[in-house]
């Protein structure tokens, strides 16, 4: 896996503060991405034990309340089994931190995953610059949904996915 960025005290995607790792590697290359530079699965820097280190030392802070997996898409297929792994590790080392994952394909598509049973909420759906409103909560367009998976899984498959929240931020 490679990886572009690793966000601390973040406040934009997902709840609390947390970390956040960009990855590099997209094949949905939307139309107005915010960041189109992580689309090139070659790009950015091979993640080592040193940026595992930053990430587990930033998590170890109380005050942190969890990591988000963004990009990029930590789904793409140069991705998935590395995050499935870090996820893992995440969850034996900071089992109470919380886990948020954004990825270009949707819900229906991934619920079976079983890397899905180890995060806590999914922003699903490729970006729609014609959907796009800076209002919304950690999601740019309003085509993408911000799925509360425990919950979701928990209702079972062809039950439809539960959101973690309301759509727009408090003006």
Request: negative net charge; proline residues 6%; contains cysteine.
């Amino acid at each position: 896996m490679r990886y572009h960025n690793i966000t601390k005290d973040d406040m934009l995607n997902g709840d609390g503060l947390r970390v956040v790792l960009w990855v590099a590697g997209c094949s949905h290359c939307c139309r107005g991405c915010h960041n189109p530079v992580t689309w090139d699965p070659n790009g950015g820097l091979p993640f080592d034990d040193a940026a595992r280190g930053e990430i587990f030392a930033q998590l170890a802070k109380p005050y942190i309340s969890g990591i988000t997996f963004s990009g990029g898409d930590p789904l793409h297929p140069c991705n998935r089994s590395d995050v499935r792994r870090l996820i893992a590790e995440i969850r034996e080392k900071e089992p109470q931190k919380t886990i948020w994952l954004y990825t270009g394909d949707v819900w229906e598509n991934v619920a079976g995953d079983p890397l899905m049973r180890q995060i806590d909420v999914l922003v699903d759906g490729e970006f729609h610059i014609g959907e796009h409103d800076p209002r919304l909560m950690w999601k740019g367009s309003r085509n993408q949904r911000v799925i509360d998976v425990r919950k979701s899984l928990m209702r079972g498959a062809g039950a439809g996915p539960v959101l973690h929240c309301g759509d727009y931020i408090e003006q």
